[in-house]
């Protein structure tokens, strides 16, 4: 619960608090479950029941000094060379100099903040990379967050249009300007300024969504989240089993190069997970596990 001994900060419903948090932490189930029978099929699991025992989800509790935490999981897979689905929950007081970024809190720096960042770092080349994240954030006043976008090494238009088409069906059924904001917020924000180059094909982007109607928001955010589970790993299933040359691996770990400047850079997610006492593998489990530049 928000450290509140005033009874003055203005705070949404608490249940709404806690569906958000609950929410996060099945929407992370679901997605452990689809990653982990992509390993199973793998690994010829379903079928004669041979082949090498698939890879499993490791997952870590952690505890944020200043209030609350999290649960890290991570796999290392044949076919997801490193797959993270992380978890949050956490509340505090921001520090003087981080306050003034955070919308509510220049006066007042208490805060809550629950959410699931997702991302998918796939061993063959012709398998896109992936990240979803959306989160709840309360200072004196609450909104939710979040995004999906792909990273693939060579760009197939169909998946780019199944991943694309999931997540505007979600906006659509929400609002009819969130589909044309978001994604063209997306384009904007994962763009690498330094090279002058987009980080993928994109997705939808989105901060500070806090409409008259909070239900509305948490039911979007909670679309986003089926969007990206249903879409991403038929996508995996589909190229995981094409196959790869040398030369396309080192493409990859070039393009995760590209990943690693954006996120350590730009990525304000990551900013706010260090600044705020996060969990450093946690907040830094975004990045891939080999990496190669020219």
């Not at 070039?254 to 260090?274: M, P, Q, S």
């Amino acid at each position: 619960m928000l450290p509140d001994p005033a009874g003055t900060l203005p705070l949404p419903e608490e249940a709404l608090r806690a569906r958000a948090a609950t929410w996060f932490g099945e929407l992370r189930d679901r997605l452990v479950a689809a990653f982990e029978a992509i390993e199973a099929i793998a690994a010829g699991e379903g079928s004669a029941g041979e082949g090498p025992f698939p890879a499993r989800f490791q997952r870590e509790v952690w505890d944020r000094p200043g209030g609350g935490g999290g649960v890290m999981s991570i796999l290392r897979g044949s076919v997801l060379e490193k797959a993270g689905v992380n978890v949050s929950v956490v509340d505090g007081v921001f520090s003087e100099a981080f306050r003034a970024r955070i919308p509510g809190a220049a006066a007042d720096g208490r805060f809550w903040a629950a959410g699931i960042s997702v991302v998918v770092h796939p061993r063959s080349p012709l398998v896109p990379a992936a990240h979803m994240n959306t989160r709840m954030i309360v200072t004196s006043h609450h909104w939710f967050g979040g995004g999906a976008d792909m990273t693939p090494v060579f760009p197939v238009a169909e998946d780019t249009a199944v991943f694309h088409g999931a997540l505007r069906a979600a906006c659509e059924a929400a609002h009819p300007e969130h589909w044309p904001r978001f994604k063209a917020w997306c384009d904007e924000y994962f763009w690498l300024p330094h090279r002058g180059e987009p980080r993928g094909v994109g997705g939808i982007f989105f901060d500070e969504l806090a409409s008259p109607d909070a239900e509305a928001d948490f039911r979007f955010v909670r679309d986003v989240g089926v969007a990206f589970l249903e879409a991403y790993p038929a996508i995996v299933r589909r190229r995981m089993g094409d196959p790869w040359t040398a030369e396309q691996k080192r493409a990859q770990l070039i393009k995760r190069g590209r990943y690693v400047e954006f996120n350590l850079l730009w990525d304000r997610g990551t900013r706010f997970g260090i600044e705020t006492g996060g969990n450093a593998e946690a907040v830094l489990m975004s990045l891939p596990p080999e990496v190669a530049w020219p």
